[in-house]
């Protein structure tokens, strides 16, 4: 059984540059969510999917973020024009929405460092 | 906004002793569930414990339990026998049922002392 896998694990950009990341849930698991975390602080909600239909986006969140989940499986969350403030840990998790509410299953994190 | 808030950003304990980790939160909802999760150093956050808030008996899971004070809207985390292999930042989420989000306190280090 493999976890919830993200894609890349770390990326360096340059300010202004779109970068993508991807995640692949647990395969039974109908939820899908992205969470940003900066260092001692903890994880902050973005997004969240329950199958393919995103259900809640952050107010937090600005024009330039955009996550789809087009078939219910793989999550990607696309950052447009970054800026240095862009630069955090973006942890993707999965749950099963109907039993163990709420237990999230998190992956490695995908590591972002806008110069 | 409806916060999780950790007071005691870093906490030691000697190994084999008991420490206990703070977490309050507010909420307008009665239905949701509270989570203790561990993220070790570079490596993914994983669940500790898990309680859901209309149950009035604490949840357990071998060393680890819980104090839920509902009325208190607190939920710390009790370690016994603590290990080399607890230290870590830990977590402390409150999750609604009826919008399926978590928020997550600002976290708790935990180090172990040999």
């Known amino acids: 059984d493999t976890g919830v896998s993200q894609d890349p694990r770390h990326k360096i950009t340059k300010r202004g540059q779109n970068v993508t990341f991807r995640c692949d849930p647990i395969s039974e698991h109908n939820r899908l969510y992205w969470y940003r975390q900066t260092l001692g602080q903890g994880p902050e909600f973005l997004t969240y999917?329950?199958?393919?239909?995103?259900?809640?986006k952050s107010r937090l969140l600005s024009d330039r973020f955009s996550a789809e989940r087009p078939k219910g499986s793989f999550s990607t969350l696309e950052i447009q024009r970054t800026e240095q403030g862009d630069s955090a840990m973006y942890l993707c998790?999965?749950?099963?929405?109907?039993?163990?509410?709420?237990?999230?299953?998190f992956g490695e994190g995908s590591r972002l460092t806008v110069l | 906004a409806q916060t999780v808030t950790q007071s005691q950003p870093e906490m030691s304990v000697q190994e084999a002793e008991t420490v206990t980790l703070s977490c309050t939160y507010d909420?307008?909802?009665?239905?949701?569930?509270l989570f203790w999760y561990k993220q070790p150093p570079s490596r993914q956050m994983i669940l500790v414990i898990r309680?859901?808030?209309?149950?009035?008996q604490n949840a357990t899971e071998n060393r680890f339990s819980v104090n839920f004070q509902k009325a208190a809207k607190s939920f710390s985390l009790k370690i016994s026998d603590s290990q080399l292999g607890d230290a870590a930042m830990y977590f402390c989420a409150r999750h609604f049922r009826r919008t399926g989000k978590s928020t997550f306190g600002d976290g708790t280090t935990l180090t172990v002392k040999p």
């Open positions: 998790a999965s749950s099963l929405g109907t039993v163990m509410h709420g237990e999230l299953f």
């Open positions: 999917f329950q199958n393919e239909a995103q259900l809640e």
């Open positions: 909420t307008s909802e009665s239905d949701y569930y």
């Open positions: 309680q859901e808030a209309y149950k009035q």
